[in-house]
């Protein structure tokens, strides 16, 4: 079995990211989870997958800009590193950068500045949070942090290393696709954008156009169809009435997380989230 590097972490603050559960996660993943194809559809920030490490794994997510920075990560990583060192914590500066997807040129900027600009936003913006508005750009405003982490050359050097030594396929699509290569020898970790407990817990502002219910529903098809051919898989969500009904039929688990995105600040701290698999 490969050793584990504890320098491979997420090089992203993602919104419902999944560092503060992942005890109570792998509790629940089946104990020879090394053995399995892993599949993650809803990838985000790649706290589950850096932390177990497969070396055979399947990764997705529907937000191109993310998906980009996996595969510069992967790809270009001396160049990727060589532009961060460019950028400046200045906030005209960051308004500069941020603005740059509403421009014409921005189609044509080359995979290495788009995902050099992901990340010096995420680490500089207030929260390190990654929001867009309706039309896809990015609208988070400037943090005023000190001496943000904009570039991490261990942790970028080290996913880098664990991208290209390990067998990992980079997709950027609708879930529902790439679950479809799943079989009995894969197992699948779910982490979509969750139902709302309530108006002011909605954040789906990091795929343009958002989750709503029906969503959901089709998400618990898809489930319903992995059982049917017999692929394990776990799947995390608030624990919203709506969503025990969805999964009833399968095995739930209440766990605490720790949840600081809410526009309500007396709604943040500790709350339940669902934990649902189809197997013992």
Known sequence: MAKINKLVSPFLKWVGGKRQLIPSILNFMPKNIKKYNYIEPFVGGGAILFHIQPQNAIINDLNKELINVYEVIKNNLEELIEN???HKNEPDYFYEIRGLDRTAEYKNMSPVLRASRVIFL???????????????EFNAPYGFYKK????????LK????????????I???DYSEVLKLADHNSFVYLDPPYYPISESS???GYVQGGWDMWDQVRLREVCDELDSKGVKFLLSNSSASFIKDQYKNYNISVVKAIRAINSNGANRGEVDELLIRNYE
């Open 148 to 155: 943000p982490n904009i570039v991490n050359e261990p942790t």
């Open 158 to 169: 080290a996913v880098s290393k664990y991208l290209n030594n390990n067998n990992i396929s």
């Open 171 to 173: 997709y950027c699509q």
């Open 84 to 86: 961060l060192k460019k």
């Open 122 to 136: 995420n680490k500089t913006c207030y929260n390190g949070l990654y929001r867009v508005n309706n039309a896809g």
């Open 202 to 204: 909605n954040f789906t």
